[in-house]
């Protein structure tokens, strides 16, 4: 069984064939690689008896020999593998060990879980405290964010050794670290790429770019820059989808800007910035800390529902938020998400400011809402098909996002899932869907909204498991949750007090000790029975507030030159066609698997057009004769055929829109806030429901009209029956608009049934066939509004209502909108889709009200 020595980046290792080793950026591994690019946990090196070998661990970015991928291997003297990337990724050398070199070079390997500790201790690096051994690159401000025990926490913050980078950013490119501050906290720059004069580097997730990104958020050929022959140097977007950034606002499409040394080019999840000559690499692959700062919301009335709120997390940790009812746990998650960024303070995102980089930075967050944010007619894997389809840019193909979806599945567990229909699933298995969902994306930082709520308690524990899985996998996940049964699995609790203050913030092991309750239920009635207590003065005068979160302001905000505000709408991943198209196909595809609604959707005009035939079967719709002193005879069959068909359409219209927007309320707000086109949205909803609500009103007036006398010959199109249907089918179109107007503006789906109700019997009023409106001050005028009005004036025009229902106290008292006369039927139909297309307006603005407010200024 030989020896087998592994160099990487300098360092040796002797491995012993008794032992296994893995290898990845987790500290506690036994080779540890401080890449973006390698994963956590990325490979194994082990002796199996007959040879040594590698394997990879599913690693995102792969483990890679001779430029070829690989899963297992056998390696021995002699073998290169590559960490990440096939070309430039950590190189990791294998040769055979010499008997003098066992001893020196086995030192790392007898202590694999401290080797990072002990290599930085041999050259006089690490800190005098050994606690600090999990982070030896911590700086002052990473200190407060770890885990940590009050009896740790006492021992005063040591200076921290500086970090590669400020170690050597003079030979990286003839610039110090205070003149170019760290992208992301004190990380090293992932990769360097060196410029020369007139050079032009285009970057893209196509292999012929010259700085390839391995990231589905980027474009196939997404930007470039140019190396100016008088030394400047120009960033130029290449029309991509997804956008490029510079200190966080968005350029405009194919456009560009001239960068300098503090500049940061945000593309994807990477971003760029020059150091003399060279470009450096920031890769985010998770691990990013994240703090709020003096957070206050208030509302109208001056009434602050949260109060100076601040607390900061470290990289991959898993933080809960709990508090009574009224403590602004939903307010706090809008403000840390920027869906309604707080009037004062700040959101850091790894020192970088949310509110004013919410446009680049909204990728790279996560939000899963407390109801589930997918179609739950559609199976797992068509709900994630079209989420990747809407998320990823235009040029992404579909293989490419058959692959990330199975990713996903896999890494969640739900790949034996994927075929069923959400609505089959329990509902943690449907949480899991929607996290799935959020991570198609690959989020650094994911919030969840009571993501437990109805579940029991096995489902809650395997809820709050994922999420530690998560966090452990390197991210940074924040959860506001009701129970208190699993606050042991996470890193850090935040208690909110009444009123939106701070009552806590520390381990949830010393929290009930902090209180100085035994339940939490105690806590809670503590909190109900004394609301005018000051909590959040007792908690900033403790001696926990010191430990875990005094110094929350010791390190300023990294400080961008950030450009004035300019008029540029953040880029959408997908055109506004591909959205559309996406859209209609999702829409159909779930309304096609409700086999219930498909079978209302015949019945429900099919019934309302054979009621009409009740009503005098045999008698036509044409103008009677007069009586015997002259005077016309009205035909009361004819008006009341059409009320009848008026108010079905109404009714079968706005039934059919009514509930469309407030039950996908949840969907489109997250949607939105991930580069969804609003109106987009609309249309594929106007698109789909007038489509069908065009055909009931086709089958409503075929049935309604065709068993009746009717006019030989039409007055504008000649055919009598398409004629008189046309003004129904619109009716029903218009109708459907206000359904959806109503949908926007309801807060709950169990209002809108009443508001149907209410909306059909205003048009049965304002018909013109129950009383004469001509004439009328102010109700005929307000009858202009109502869409029933004109679709019965269109077809009484046809009919020539005039001479079928005439004003029997006034015949001369006749109403211009039933004038048998082409103009009079033009006017009406063109006054009914104008009513359409308001509504269609007015759908859109109160859209925008359920969207993040960042986004909206």
């Known amino acids: 069984m030989p020896e087998l020595v592994l160099e990487l980046n300098g360092r040796t290792w002797s491995l012993d064939p008794s032992r296994s080793y893995t290898i990845g950026r987790d500290p506690q591994g036994d080779v540890v690689v401080d890449d973006a690019r390698v994963s956590w946990r990325h490979a194994t090196i082990s002796w199996d008896g007959r040879s040594w070998a590698i394997q990879d661990h599913g690693s995102t970015n792969g483990t890679y020999a001779q430029g070829r991928r690989i899963h297992q291997m056998e390696v021995g003297p002699g073998s290169a593998v590559h960490l990440g990337n096939a070309n430039d990724g950590p190189r990791l050398n294998l040769s055979g060990a010499a008997n003098g070199d066992r001893g020196a070079r086995g030192a790392v ?72 501050p760290p992208v992301y906290g004190d990380r090293s720059p992932t990769t360097f790429h060196q410029f020369s004069l007139g050079h032009v580097m285009r970057i893209g997730r196509a292999l012929e770019n010259e700085l390839v990104v391995s990231d589905l958020q980027v474009s196939r050929h997404h930007a470039e820059f140019h190396a100016t022959p008088d030394g400047r140097y120009e960033i130029r977007d290449l029309g991509s989808h997804n956008g490029t950034y510079v200190n966080g606002q968005p350029l405009a499409k194919s456009g560009s800007a001239l960068i300098g040394p503090n500049d940061i080019v945000g593309i994807g999840h990477s971003a760029f910035r020059l150091v003399g000559d060279r470009l450096e690499e920031f890769v985010d692959t998770g691990e990013v800390s994240f703090s709020a700062r003096h957070l206050t919301v208030t ?79 559609l199976t797992v894997r068509s709900a994630l098909k ?22 996903v599945l896999r890494e969640l567990k739900l790949d034996i899932h994927k075929g069923k229909k959400v609505t089959s699933l329990s509902g943690g298995q449907r949480k899991r869907v929607s996290v799935a969902l959020e991570l198609l994306t690959k989020p650094s930082l994911i919030f969840l909204d009571e993501p437990t709520s109805g579940l029991d308690p096995g489902m809650d524990r395997d809820v709050m498991q994922l999420l530690r899985g998560l966090a452990d996998d390197g991210r940074t996940v924040l959860v506001v949750t009701h129970s208190v049964a699993e606050l042991a699995l996470c890193d850090k609790l935040l208690v909110m007090a009444p009123g939106g203050s701070v009552a806590y913030f520390g381990p949830p092991e010393e929290a009930l000790n902090f209180f100085g309750y035994d339940t939490w239920a105690d806590v809670f009635s503590a909190f109900e029975n004394y609301r005018d207590y000051d909590w959040a003065g007792r908690w900033k005068g403790s001696q926990h507030y010191q430990m875990y979160a005094a110094d929350i302001d010791a390190v300023a905000p990294q400080s961008v030159s950030m450009p004035p505000a300019q008029a540029i709408r953040p880029p959408k991943p997908q055109s506004w066609f591909s959205q559309l198209g996406t859209l209609i196909r999702r829409y159909v595809s779930v309304i096609a698997s409700d086999r219930g609604f498909l079978a209302l959707m015949v019945a429900l005009p099919a019934v309302l057009g054979a009621v009409s035939l009740l009503i005098d079967a045999d008698k036509g719709l044409l103008p009677n004769g007069a009586n015997a002193q002259g005077r016309i005879v009205p035909n009361g ?104 107007i109503i949908s926007a503006l309801v807060k709950t789906a169990e209002k809108t049934m009443p508001l149907l109700v209410m909306f059909a019997i205003v048009q049965v009023v304002f018909t013109g066939c129950l009383f004469i409106l001509n004439g ?22 046809t009919l020539d209502f005039n001479r079928i229902s005439p004003n029997q106290d006034d015949p001369g008292n006749t109403d211009p909108l039933w004038d048998h006369e082409v103009g009079a039927w033009v006017m009406d139909m063109a006054a009914l889709l104008a009513l359409g297309a308001l509504c269609g307006f007015l759908v859109a603005r109160f859209l925008r009200r359920h969207e993040p407010e960042v986004m909206r200024k």
């Open 637 to 740: 069959t004819a008006t009341t055929v059409l009320l009848i068909l008026a108010v079905g359409a109404c009714f079968a219209g706005a039934a059919n829109s009514v509930r469309e927007l407030i039950k996908e309320r949840v969907i489109y707000e997250r949607e939105r806030a991930t580069g969804l086109s609003r109106s987009a949205y609309l249309m594929s909803k106007v698109i789909v429901l007038g489509m069908i609500t065009v055909f009931q009103g086709a089958l409503v007036g075929v049935i309604g009209f065709s068993s009746r006398d009717i006019p030989d010959e039409g007055l504008v199109l000649g055919y009598t029956l398409l004629e008189l249907s046309l003004p129904i089918m619109a009716l029903g179109f218009t109708s459907m608009m206000f359904g959806l």
């Open 109 to 180: 390997a007898q202590q694999p879980q401290q080797s990072q500790y002990a290599a930085r201790q041999a050259a006089g690096q690490a800190p005098a405290q050994p606690q600090w051994q999990q982070a030896p690159q911590a700086t002052p401000q990473q200190h407060w964010q770890r885990e940590q025990s009050p009896q740790q926490a006492q021992v005063p913050h040591q200076q921290s050794p500086q970090t590669p980078y400020q170690q050597g950013a003079a030979s990286y490119g003839q610039q110090s670290a205070d003149q170019a």
């Open 386 to 407: 079209y989420a990747a389809k809407l998320r990823f840019p235009a040029d992404t193909s579909a293989a490419e996002r058959e692959a990330r979806i199975d990713e």
């Open 299 to 377: 509302v109208d009335g001056g009434k602050q529902i949260l109060k100076d709120v601040s607390f900061g997390v470290p990289e991959k940790s898993l933080i809960a938020v709990i508090g009574p009812s009224g403590s602004g746990k939903s307010t706090l998650l809008k403000a840390l998400t920027g869906y309604r960024p707080a009037d004062q303070g700040d959101v850091l995102y790894d020192n970088r400011n949310l509110y004013k980089q919410f446009a680049e930075l909204r990728q790279r967050i996560g939000l899963v809402p407390q109801d589930d944010i997918l179609h739950k007619e």
């Open 776 to 797: 009328t001050v102010g109700v005929n005028e307000f009858s202009y509004l109502m869409p029933s009005r004109w679709a019965v004036a269109a077809a009484g025009a």
